[in-house]
């Protein structure tokens, strides 16, 4: 504190005797203090005190309807805790009880009458001078408050940013579901930018428009019908020259207003936009809307930017992941038809078999069905029922398209094409869950079958169910050495299978999906 700041501060004097406010009064304007006031009525200090708020009090204790013990005591109550008021107490009475009294009443230091000058005025300017390094601490004290509140603001601003940008991060890895994604991206865009509206335009690149993907807080659904091109309001602009945009008057702004018949109604002032890039590629802009005034600072713009980039990363990796599966079932496509012609081929060079492998395919999805199993698996049935006869590409015609019956030597070779089919298959990753069919359809419930003698359970279901219906359809056609039997006949050949060639449980489904398809 400056001399001259210590020259004005107020001080109070509350003196019965008008003889000591007298000499009080000259020596303070003598030693230049300027700003005081005095009270001979100790009953009046109270409210003296209230209008003039002193930052020292000179304080006689022997006084006539209220002593000096009385205005401390009454004062208290109007002194803050952390403040701090210097009292120099005026007294003739110098016992150490009255000391003590005055001490535990409020008072910092005393002067006895008669007065010293030349120690009232070394008094008067130190207890001024401690007075003001309270306040100093006071206000440096406030300001330290005040900062640490503001950094803690901004601490717990950033937490809930970065708990916001969790949430987006675990929605990107745990869904491949754009729709869902976007909704979580905008519900967090909202409530951490505190703005009342947030929508996604998204860049068609066929068209090169953008095109209104997901939108929250919008009263109507004009926005839906959002459709810019490149360089075209506000969005289109952000997105053609690859930057923020801040309009703090939306009313005002000719630009965006190429699409003021879709905002109609929503009241909106305030608007920014960024473009959602990723890996260098546009995907679209983020767009918000306020519908009052609202200032933007650096920290927040930097968050809106985050989340403009956490979007782009969730629109670009949704990209990929329905192109990947477009590629998928392109590829699976291409499988399915290389498998077809496979067994095709197959047909061709057994004219005897010609139609059998559709014939198969398709009753042996139906008994799948029936008997439970799910679509995922019955795609591999379907396969495996295709490639059935596969391994018989590693059996020489001669065996083949024999016309006769085969001998034991011929026999011991036509029963490994199972095995061949395993073998030229197995290599082949996308195959391997169809290999059940082509590798166990002549195994045995009872392990009399081949090629590994597998019992009961041991032989997989899919391998299982086509046993019955490749028996049920080689029968019910001609060959050269025999006429196809009558479906009575095949009935009674395959009940009387059940149990040692066939699967119990897989004949009594088989035989009333027979029945309830009407098989002839």
């Known amino acids: 504190m400056s001399e001259e700041q210590l020259k004005n501060s107020k001080i109070l004097i509350v003196d019965d005797q008008e003889a000591n406010v007298l ?8 030693l230049g203090y300027a700003n005081y006031k005095s009270l001979t009525d100790a009953r009046q200090t109270v409210t003296v005190f209230n209008e003039y708020q002193p930052d020292l009090l000179l304080l006689d204790l022997m006084m006539p309807y209220m002593d000096g013990f009385a205005v401390m005591e009454a004062l208290k109550p109007l002194i803050p805790a952390d403040d701090y008021l210097p009292i120099l107490v005026l007294t003739a009475d110098v016992t150490t009880e009255a000391k003590q009294r005055a001490l535990s009443g409020g ?90 509206a947030a929508d996604i335009l998204l860049l068609n690149l066929h068209t090169m428009t953008l095109e209104y993907s997901a939108g929250r807080g919008f009263r109507t659904i004009g926005i839906e019908g959002s459709r ?8 289109g602009r952000a997105a053609l020259e690859r930057t923020t945009i801040t309009i703090p008057d939306l009313p005002a702004s000719g630009s965006e207003f190429i699409r003021a018949p879709l905002l109609a109604g929503e009241g909106f002032v305030t608007y920014h936009c960024a473009p959602l890039i990723a890996k260098g590629q546009v995907k679209g802009v983020l767009e918000v809307f306020h519908r009052a005034p609202f200032t933007s600072g650096k920290e927040w713009l930097d968050f809106f930017e985050t989340l403009a980039g956490q979007t782009a990363i969730a629109i670009d990796n949704a990209q990929l992941f329905e192109g990947l599966q477009r590629s998928n079932v392109e590829l699976t496509m291409a499988y399915d038809a290389t498998i077809e012609g496979w067994s095709h081929a197959m047909d061709l060079r057994d004219k005897e078999t010609e139609g059998h492998t559709q ?10 069905r029936a008997m439970g199993m799910s679509e995922a698996e019955i795609v591999h049935v379907r396969r495996g029922a295709l490639l059935h006869d596969m391994g018989k590409l590693g059996i020489p015609d001669a065996i083949l398209l024999k016309p006769g019956k085969l001998t034991d030597e011929e026999w011991v070779i036509m029963r490994k094409h199972p095995q061949f089919a395993y073998d030229m298959l197995s290599s082949v990753a996308y195959l391997r869950p169809a290999l059940d069919i082509p590798y166990g359809h002549h195994e045995k419930w009872d392990g009399s079958g081949y090629p590994r003698g597998l019992k009961g359970e041991e032989i997989p279901l899919a391998a299982r169910l086509f046993a019955v219906v490749d028996v049920w359809d080689a029968l019910r056609s001609d060959r050269p050495y025999r006429e196809a039997w009558p479906e009575d006949k095949v009935i009674e050949h395959i009940k009387a299978g059940s149990g040692s060639h066939f699967d119990p449980k897989v004949v009594e489904i088989f035989l009333k999906t027979i029945e309830q398809i009407g098989t002839k």
């Open 359 to 368: 014939r198969v395919t398709a009753l042996t999805i139906q008994l799948a």
């Open 228 to 235: 810019l091109r490149l360089g075209e309001g506000h969005a």
């Open 23 to 30: 000499v009080l009064e000259q020596l303070l304007k003598r």
């Open 107 to 196: 008072a910092l230091d005393f002067l006895t009458k008669p007065f010293d000058t030349t120690e009232v005025a070394l008094r008067i300017k130190n207890l001024l001078k401690t007075h003001s390094l309270h306040l100093q601490l006071q206000n440096q004290n406030q300001i330290l408050d005040e900062k640490v509140q503001q950094r803690t603001a901004e601490l717990q601003r950033q937490f809930q940013h970065l708990a916001s940008l969790r949430e987006i991060e675990r929605a990107i890895a745990g869904s491949v579901d754009l729709r869902l994604t976007l909704k979580t991206i905008l519900e967090q865009t909202t409530e951490q930018l505190k703005v009342d």
